[in-house]
Structures are given as C-alpha cells and as structure tokens.
C-alpha cells in the first residue's frame, strides 16, 4: 500500500469518526500535523474525497463538507433500497444462528438513545448494516454500500435524531434478525426494504427541515431505551 492509499484511508476515517460537520472547512495542514502526514500525500487524499463527492474545494478558500442535496439523498436511498434488501435475504439464506455481534450493536445504540444526536450513533446503525453485507461476501456490493453510508454520514446535516424515530429504528431491526436467524429471505427482503423507505422518508424530511431552519429539537426528557 503506497503512501497516498495509506493517507487517504487515514484520513477518510478521521473524518468519519472526527467532530468535522456539514459546512465547516478543513483546515488541512493541522489535520496534516495531527496525522503525521506531510503535504503532498494529504492534498492528494483531500483531492481523492473531493472525486468521490465527500468533499469539495475552492481556490483561495481549501477543503470543506458540503451539504447533502436532496437530489443525492433520494439518489443513494433508491440505491440503497436496490442493493440492501438482496444483501439482506442473501445473508439469510446462509445464516447460521450466531447472531451475537448484531445484538451487541443493537445494546450499543439502545445506550446512545436518550444522547443528542452525534456521529457515533449513526456510526453505530452503519455497523448493523454493514455487518449484514459483509455475510454475503459479495465485495464489489459491500464497498458500494460503504461508499454510500459515508456520503450519508459525512454529509447529512441532521443534527438530531428524534427519540421516537430510533426507538422504530431499533425495532426494525430486532424485527429484521428475528427472519434472518430463521433464514426467510424473504420476509427479510421485504423488511429491510421497508426500513430503508422509512428512513428515507425520515432522512429527506430533515434535509427540508434544515433547508427553511426548522431541524426538529432534541427532546432532553427522552429516556434510555429499555
């Protein structure tokens, strides 16, 4: 792995999992300093993100996070509602019933519930999701979707996360290993896809919202999930 390769995933993951939002410039030789990368190889990352739509640069101004537009939102999800419900009854038609890994990320979200929203919570719904793709062994499918959740996650400019839609989020998804344990693809197929259509809808409805200035507030009275 060369050291462009090597920056560029260092730095995608930074990014992801750094307090970096919507709007807000890159300052690029601290984040240089701060990884250990020198200039050259940096800019070239920065350049690679920018290609890949996460990030974009103007002379005179460098790298910032661009907003998600509705238009590439509707775009990933109608990918994402083609892709995800395969992969999903894919891994059910395979599945053995050690499922564990899944449970122990529906506890870490169920303890993030009663949070204001941040990265780790959405960083957290990418894992069960992604973990369902990576049982299908389909690489090329699995990257995709990679890809498409880190536009999602890096772009979005939803602040908060209302209670009542992740406690659906969790049932969704305890709904979804309940028929991928059992291996009906099927009703798994049909699952996934409702949830995915769900969360689009919640998604595009938060981007309208954040649009005319009107993001939903973060309840302070939300309980931890039980």
């Not at 009854?89 to 519930?113: H, M």
């Not at 995915?196 to 919640?202: G, P, S, V």
């Amino acid at each position: 792995m060369n050291i462009s390769l090597k920056a560029y995933l260092h730095i995608r993951e930074s990014l992801l999992n750094s307090g970096i939002y919507v709007g807000q410039k890159i300052l690029h030789h601290e984040l240089g300093e701060k990884l250990g990368i020198s200039n050259t190889p940096l800019r070239e990352a920065l350049f690679r993100l920018v290609a890949e739509g996460l990030l974009s640069h103007e002379n005179y101004k460098g790298f910032s996070v661009p907003a998600i537009t509705i238009e590439e939102a509707v775009d990933i999800y109608e990918t994402r509602e083609l892709i995800e419900p395969y992969l999903a009854a894919k891994a059910a038609e395979g599945q053995t019933n050690n499922l564990q890994s899944f449970y122990d990320i529906l506890d870490e979200y169920k303890q993030l519930i009663s949070e204001p929203y941040h990265r780790r919570r959405i960083l957290t719904d990418k894992r069960f999701h992604m973990e369902i793709a990576g049982l299908t062994k389909n690489e090329t499918l699995y990257n995709m979707l990679n890809q498409l959740y880190d536009k999602l996650i890096l772009k979005s400019p939803v602040e908060q996360l209302s209670g009542k839609r992740a406690r659906s989020v969790i049932g969704e998804h305890e709904e979804i290993l309940v028929k991928l344990k059992s291996g009906d693809d099927k009703t798994v197929h049909r699952l996934m896809k409702k949830h995915i259509q769900k969360q689009k809808e919640y998604v595009l409805e938060n981007i309208r919202l954040k649009e005319k200035g009107e993001v939903e507030p973060f309840s302070p009275l939300l309980k931890p999930y039980k």
